[in-house]
């Protein structure tokens, strides 16, 4: 095991709103309320902050890669504003009938992460919207998590379906997950 806190977030739904049309310009990236700031303080406990995000608009030709750079550097600049960092994003370009290693709910974004910072992911929490999200990070070992927004809004209130791995914890927000690993580490010390 290795010193560094890690923890991977997906992006649409999970950090910023999500959008049937997908999210293609800055001017469409919104943050959901409180996600930079749950990032912020996920940063000050020592946590390094990971987004592997499907991006398949680029591979449909919904945007290209400047455009996922605008909103990346949008994301960057609010986060820096509220004293928060992701330290790096990894995405999937393609699109679902492309069928490569990379695009969740297959593990491949999981294993460049693990391979760039050279780290086992067991155990490493991720934090998504849904099944596939979840799915992903459990193939690469890490430790699910599932947010009730975005696509995970269909599972508020009831139980999750059987898609589902039996240890995914559930959380209401991004911010909700954050005080979790936060109180978590605080009561293992």
Not at 59 to 74: I, Y
């Amino acid at each position: 095991m290795t010193d560094i806190k890690l923890v991977i977030l997906d992006r649409d739904g999970t950090i910023n709103e999500d959008s049937l049309d997908y999210v293609k310009t800055p001017e469409e990236w919104r943050p959901m309320p409180g996600a930079l700031e749950a990032i912020a303080r996920l940063n000050h406990a020592g946590w390094h902050v990971v987004i592997a995000s499907n991006q398949s608009g680029l591979g449909r030709g919904l945007f290209d890669v400047s455009s996922l750079n605008a909103m990346h550097a949008k994301m960057h600049k609010m986060l820096a504003a509220v004293g928060g960092r992701v330290d790096a994003v990894f995405y999937c370009p393609h699109s679902a009938s492309e069928g490569c290693r990379c695009r969740k709910p297959e593990p491949g974004l999981f294993e460049q992460i693990g391979d760039r910072y050279g780290i086992d992911l067991k155990g490493v929490p991720t934090l998504g919207d849904s099944a596939r999200d979840v799915l992903a990070g459990l193939a690469a070992g890490c430790e699910p998590h599932l947010v009730l927004t975005g696509k995970g809004v269909a599972y508020a209130g009831g139980q999750l379906p059987d898609t589902f791995p039996k240890e995914t914890q559930v959380h209401a927000n991004l911010s909700a997950f954050a005080d979790f690993l936060i109180t978590r580490e605080a009561a293992d010390v």
